[in-house]
């Protein structure tokens, strides 16, 4: 599998999930796990370009897949993502926990609907749960990511 | 000091390594560390028979199983932590239990693997042999004394107290108009995303133990664990590094891993890790708030309250390793911001077989402001009064204060509300909520509400200003994503006219900082806020009295200014801080960046010896803040909601705040609070409920079935903000961490009873209740 651009060889334990392959084996711990039942959207990585959630897949299952992580969104030199970016302007995280994971939604989100309307702003962001910011910071953060994003 | 920080909407500067995916949280640390899983009961109350764990070492790659007899505290019961008089039978458990367990969850063997998945595996064979014994759930069951928790508990009953301003029996019997009520708010639970963890390695050669917590209080995790294993406290270092949210649970302590883990570590030679996952978090971490009150109040025809009596049942769990706190907050909170003349409240702090209680975000005010609104609402039902009205005829005036409610507080004083203005809360609210929507099925709820912040005893900060001329400061308490590196830093740069940017903050590692308490009620904002401007103050003299005799200058006439220090009225004549660090230090060696300047040797000798009697080597300085007293913060909450006659569907139309935290150190970081705080508040009103069965099953320990909400359920929240400083601390600030939880309920209740016609006297809420609710009214 391909992970933010670099292919890496499967995990030998075949029941390896692949959450715990990112963090544990490949260092890269950006990807949160937050409930192990798929339901809080910490894990969540950019599958092919489309949002997954980690905890529910199988490392083995990525094999001949493109797996984008938070760390592979902006170089470590460069200049945050939009998105991120955005995120920061808003006051969209507090602790950082849930945070690579709704950066990641919502990059799949604006990949889908560059312009997205407040319904999908809502679908968008309703399958990722945050206790400490109330959502409201986050709603913002995605139009400003909208103005931020390259047209 | 010109103030530039303070009070700016500054952005954050814990946000990029966060946003990056480079936070550094407990459970990222690797390190080869062995990794461990818990065994624990799945009866809520059973006799322990046996344990055999021989099938689970056999497991390839276990490396150790612990029991009860194998940890040399195994016989001790875990500490009290906050003992009080009343708590006559306070009880803990053990590390790992051997005899008894008392609730879901509790620990009974703990499996060292050489990786998680091995260790999950072998737990499985670890087989324990239990006799189910009777369970009490319910707080009333538990009063009720059916059976006990505790075989030497009479009664179930850990804790009595009793306490009354003025005569309410006379008061009650005056009065032209009484009502009884009967409310009940059940337990909840506090979810931060991130669950508990526990990393430690001991360094024999470096006779060292080193612990990373994702704990509220790695000094006091620090001091326990060094008195356990019997080594002085300089060679145990705990690091709370970025902690996923903690909102109270993770002040707890001790967990049973918080022992397990370095433990281990220090047996097995070897780094060993504990990573909670999220089906044991729901049953082996502490909750809070069930309470069940019965209210007598008396009242005038105008619906002022004469006389107020409060006697409540508090849910304590299986132990009370956290005292009575919760009851003594719930107990000085219920009046609120309101006169009650004679007031009488009593609790009884009862054991249940369910996980233990200590505080979640609200700490005992939740329930009490439930108490309290409901109250007053029924008072406007009963004489036919505006529910507004009804409050505004009962808050303490704006010139009341301070105001002295004759009930002892959580650190043993009697409260005393230092400073505030409540019908400038309520008025304010109510000219923000607006006119009422067009609409069936429409209900509004307003409460204001108190919260006691920033209890004591102390925090204290280290401030030092490096040769570099950047600054670091660094404070005992942790931090959950408040902010702390972006608000200290505001308040230190504007002590030392320096860049925000040039202030770098370290909370939570006793490696920098080793003195301290905790973040948890609403007390970091004023406790280590203090106390960096304290350390930052002091700095900024000695910068003076070292450039001082440089610039030729009396020190009183310097000032600090864009990172130099220059005389008043004469901008040009001053020298920069970095220089002046350098010059705090009159060492022997010159290694370049400026340090010649400062050995003994340099052209300009002074008389006498380099470092003068008293004076310190450095521009650094550790100050400490300890408050005579808790500043009392409080806000004014309203909604309109809308609830669906047929589904039950709650929606909440407006939700607004307006909040008085006194001095704001930086509005955006408040502002995130109090929404946060909200939407914990809503999620524990109407959505989240832990459904615990007779057997004391929680029959949904998980996120699929523990309906914490998502953004679709919370509404957008407009808030605006009063500033009233608080006296007792020189900053002028009050708490805001837990603020925005507190009146959520309150105001859910009043909007949903008034929307759907059916009295409420119970949280949480849901639609299933609220058809339950309907269904009762029409029979």
Known sequence: ?151 | MTTRWFGARVQRVEDDRLLRGNGHFTDDIGEGALESYLVRSPFAHARIKSIDVSAALAVPGVVAVYVSADLPFGDKDLPILIPHPNLTHGRTQRCLASEVVRYVGEAVAFVVAENRYIAEDAADLVEVDYEPLPVVITPEASARAEHLVHDDVPGNVAAELLQEVGDVEAALAAAPHRKRLLLRFERGAACPMEGRAVWARWSQPEHRLTVYDSTQSPTSIRGGLAVLFGLPESDVDVIAPDVGGGFGPKIMLFYSDELLVPFAAMQLGRPVKWTEDRQEHFTAVNQERGQVHEVEVGFDDDGRVLALSDDFIHDGGAYTPYGIILPIITAAQVPGPYRIPNYRVRFRDVYTNATATSPYRGAGRPHACFVMERTLDAIAAELSLDRVDVRRRNLIASDQFPYNLGIIWQDGNIVVYDSGNYPALVERAVEMLGPRPEGDHIGMGLSPYVEGTGVGPYEGAHVQVLVSGKVVAATGIPNQGQAHATVWAQIVADQLGVDVADVEVTSGDTRRFQWGVGTFASRAAIMAGNAMAVAAGMVADKAKHVAAEHLEANPEDLELVDGRVRVKGSPDRGIPLAAVAVLANPMRYAFGGGTEAATQFTPKARPGPPLAEGEQPGLEATGYFSPVGSAWAAGCHAAYVRVDPKTFRLEVLKYVVVHDCGRLINPMVVEGQIEGGVAQGIGGAFYERLAYDVDGQLRNASFMEFLMPYATEIPAIEIDHIETPSPLNPLGIKGAGEAGVIPVGAVLASAIEEALGVPISEMPLSPLKLYELSQARTR
């Open chain 1, 1 to 151: 599998m391909k992970v933010n651009g670099v292919a890496h060889p499967a995990p030998g334990d075949p029941r390896r999930l692949l959450s715990d392959h990112l963090r544990h084996d490949l260092g890269l711990t950006g990807t949160h796990v937050g409930c192990e039942h798929g339901v809080c959207g910490c894990c969540t990585v950019l599958f092919d370009g489309a949002p997954i959630r980690s905890c529910l897949m199988l490392a083995v299952q990525a094999e001949g897949h493109e797996v984008t992580t938070i760390e592979g969104l902006a170089a470590p030199d460069a200049p945050l993502h939009p998105v991120q970016q955005a995120f920061h302007e808003c006051h969209a995280l507090q602790c950082g926990f849930c945070t690579p994971g709704f950066v990641l939604s919502v990059v799949g989100l604006l990949n889908q609907h560059p312009s997205p309307t407040a319904q999908e702003v809502e679908e968008g962001i309703s399958g990722n749960l945050c206790r400490c910011t109330g959502y409201a910071s986050i709603r913002r953060a995605v139009l400003r990511a909208v103005e931020l994003s390259p047209k």
